[in-house]
């Protein structure tokens, strides 16, 4: 590896975390992914940062996991390793959040990376695929989990089974997407959601993300009374006084982050 695989830029609140690595299809490499799990914890615990987007190259968000260092591995070396569960928790574990824009493939770990990022914003051309099954593999970080929760069972089904990729406008259409632009308008479309986030009370979009990712986990009672233990423990902060005040007096906001 002749230069970092992992580049940050931050900007008014928003950093930009670019996979990078000398080859443009960006496999997730063990270097990479741990390059990619530190840059995430310092966005993480630097207060400059209000919310992170995830890119990758002209030609690949990510085209998945390093099939090349598969090839030796037995079960023992992947259960003893805690293989992928390693350094790819860590990433479900931001609380800031996490924008991915998608340009090129996302294809295996690749588009369970995007599907790990809280909003998915995608080049006109993308194309997101969960292909294991053409190596005989099962899809290992979340693909067979937050795919059906995204696109639901159906789609989810015949993307797992037959391994073939869906379009970007397939991903909108199915709920995986929020946004399609033109391929090189990608980062400032996602940019541009960034900065709308970022404007808001850090505390609250932290509650907001904490709540809709509950929704995705248990049963539909247990998120929904999670969901009303925040927004009550919403009443605790001065910034949900300041925007419902602001409300109500016709001006707007001044969040103080607390
Ligand atoms: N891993 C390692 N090397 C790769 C990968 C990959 N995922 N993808 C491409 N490469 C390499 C190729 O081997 C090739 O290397 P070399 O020049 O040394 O032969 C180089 O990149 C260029 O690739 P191609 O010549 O194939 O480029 P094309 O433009 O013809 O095709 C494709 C691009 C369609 C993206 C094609 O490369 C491809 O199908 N790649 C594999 C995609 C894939 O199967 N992804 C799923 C991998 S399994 C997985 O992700 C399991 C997830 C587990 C959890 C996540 C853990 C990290």
Redesign the pocket.
């Known amino acids: 590896m002749s230069h970092s695989p992992v580049k940050e830029e931050l900007r008014d609140g928003v950093v930009v975390i670019q996979l990078a690595s000398d080859?443009p299809?960006n496999?997730?490499t063990d270097v990479v992914?741990d390059a990619l799990v530190a840059s995430l914890a310092r966005a993480d615990a630097n207060p400059e940062v209000r919310v992170v987007v995830i890119t990758g190259s002209e030609?690949?968000f990510a085209?998945?996991?390093?099939?090349?260092?598969?090839v030796p591995l037995s079960f023992g070396d992947a259960f003893q390793q805690n293989y992928?569960g390693r350094n790819?928790d860590a990433i479900q574990r931001v609380r800031k959040p996490l924008i991915a824009a998608v340009r090129g493939?996302a294809?295996?770990?690749?588009c369970?990376l995007a599907m790990m990022c809280d909003i998915v914003v995608a080049g006109d051309t993308a194309t997101f695929g969960q292909?294991?099954v053409?190596?005989g593999?099962i899809?290992?970080?979340g693909?067979t989990q937050r795919l059906p929760r995204a696109v639901g069972k159906s789609l989810a089904m015949r993307m797992c089974l037959t391994g073939e990729p869906i379009t970007a406008s397939e991903a909108q259409a199915a709920g995986l997407v929020s946004q399609i632009v033109p391929d090189e308008d990608v980062l400032a479309a996602a940019r541009d959601t960034a900065q709308a986030i970022a404007r808001h009370s850090l505390p609250v979009v932290t509650a907001i993300k904490e709540a809709v990712n509950r929704s995705f986990e248990g049963a539909l009672g247990e998120g929904l009374l999670f969901e009303r233990r925040l927004f009550q423990a919403g009443f605790a902060l001065r910034d949900q006084k300041e925007g419902i005040t602001a409300f109500t007096e016709r001006r707007a906001p001044s969040f103080a982050d607390e």
């Open positions: 080859n299809l496999p997730l992914v030609r690949a085209a998945g996991a390093d099939v090349k260092a598969m992928i790819w493939y294809l295996g770990g690749g369970e292909p294991e053409l190596l593999i899809p290992g970080a693909g």
